[in-house]
């Protein structure tokens, strides 16, 4: 495996300035800037570090439990007439694709010298990935996670805390994911010195929508490799994902972006619909503005004023769209569709029974647009399950009929 870091030739990559086409940068307040100067400084020098790429390479191999199998799903391809196949990040070590960025971070941090892990999350998935790699490295972590989530999200809560980190609640605004990046932030201007924050998707200032999605490019490295052999083509018609932040998008697309004969289908929440007020559908409902440091698309009022998202799932209950998928939006190369609340448990519900794979509500909204598409049986398609369903078994079984 290696890192993707000779990209600069793609205009749909970051370029030198920190922007994806007209999004990103660093919108920053003065006390984070040697921070993150530190971190644009240095990223890509140490990315590029072949003992950091063998050390990266062996934690995802040997513990991580990559690669990921790219699994043929035979009953849903009947169903659906195409060629569908799942990328299994549920199979993942803590049962999602946060893990793959996780490593990465933490590997980096050791490098840069700090002793105090902070994070974000919204479903519960990043901060049990970083309270993981926290453990491994005897880092002290801190995870914010809106008191909203914590009460959804309990099973994740107990992992967290079994795995030595500090849960700490976010009761402002929503009490999501927004408020939670909000309180990490914080902590992150308190404490500059001995800090490193771990975001956890392909959001925040300069570099780290960039870097992160650097190391989740991973998985389109795999599919890429798997298709080849199980196909004899690297590349798919459709890859299918969903997006909150977007970070297992980002890594599903990475390495077909320039590949205009594959399409790039991105999902977002819907929630109870799109105009009905209680939804997290950023391209459509979304304008320019600023969140959590960067440019991006962005839900909001007249006035400017963040509005609340909603979606059945946690992780993609976020009001903007890291910059890269904002530039994908914008320059047309990814459609952006959205699944409803109950979209997603169908779905959920209907790969459980066609496949015996519980997928993450998350997941389940990539997988409730394939309804949507006008697939051909020759055609092949990709859809990237990015975590595993046991963290919303509360919330399938309060719905089941």
Excluded at 16 to 32: D, H, V
Excluded at 179 to 187: F, G, L, P, Y
Excluded at 201 to 210: E, F, I, L, N, Q
Excluded at 361 to 376: Q, V
Aim: a negative charge; charged letters at 20%.
């Amino acid at each position: 495996m290696n890192i993707a870091v000779n990209t600069s030739q793609s205009k749909y990559h970051v370029n030198e300035k920190g922007y994806f086409g007209n999004f990103g940068g660093a919108y920053i307040p003065e006390m984070l800037y040697p921070n993150v100067e530190e971190l644009r400084q240095q990223y890509m020098q140490i990315l590029a570090d072949p003992s950091f790429q063998a050390e990266f390479d062996q934690l995802l191999r040997d513990y991580v439990g990559r690669p990921s199998p790219l699994y043929f799903a035979s009953r849903l391809s009947q169903k659906y007439g195409a060629q569908i196949y799942l990328k299994r990040e549920d199979l993942n070590h803590t049962g999602a694709h946060k893990i793959n960025n996780t490593i990465g971070q933490i590997l980096l941090a050791k490098r840069l010298g700090k002793k105090r892990i902070i994070a974000e999350t919204g479903a519960g998935q990043h901060g049990v990935a970083t309270a993981t790699v926290c453990a491994l490295m005897g880092l002290e972590c801190i995870v914010y996670m809106g008191s909203v989530d914590i009460q959804r999200q309990a099973p994740n809560v107990a992992r967290m805390q079994m795995l030595g980190a500090t849960v700490v609640p976010a009761t402002s605004g929503s009490k999501t994911l927004k408020d939670a990046t909000n309180e990490a932030i914080r902590d992150w201007i308190n404490n500059p010195v001995d800090t490193h924050y771990i975001i956890g998707s392909v959001v925040g200032p300069h570099p780290y929508p960039d870097m992160v999605a650097r190391f989740q490019s991973v998985i389109s490295e795999e599919i890429r490799k798997q298709l080849l052999e199980k196909t004899g083509k690297e590349t798919p018609t459709y890859v299918i994902a969903c997006v909150g932040g977007g970070s297992n998008a980002a890594g599903a697309f990475f390495h077909f972006t320039d590949d205009i004969d594959v399409e790039l289908i991105a999902v977002e929440a819907a929630g109870k619909g799109v105009h009905s007020g209680f939804s997290a559908a950023t391209s459509q409902l979304g304008r320019p503005g600023v969140i959590h440091a960067s440019k991006t698309l962005l839900m909001q009022t007249d006035d400017g004023q963040i509005v609340e998202p909603h979606s059945i799932s946690a992780g993609l209950d976020y009001p903007g769209v890291g910059p890269f998928h904002a530039h994908l939006y914008e320059s047309g190369r990814a459609v952006f569709l959205n699944s409803t609340d109950n979209e997603a448990l169908a779905a959920g519900y209907e790969l459980s029974l066609l496949e015996g794979i519980i997928p993450a509500l998350e997941s389940a909204h990539a997988l409730a647009k394939l309804t949507d598409l006008p697939l051909k049986k020759d055609e092949v398609v990709v859809v990237c399950l990015s975590g595993r369903g046991d963290k919303d078994l509360e919330t399938y079984i309060k719905h089941l009929k």
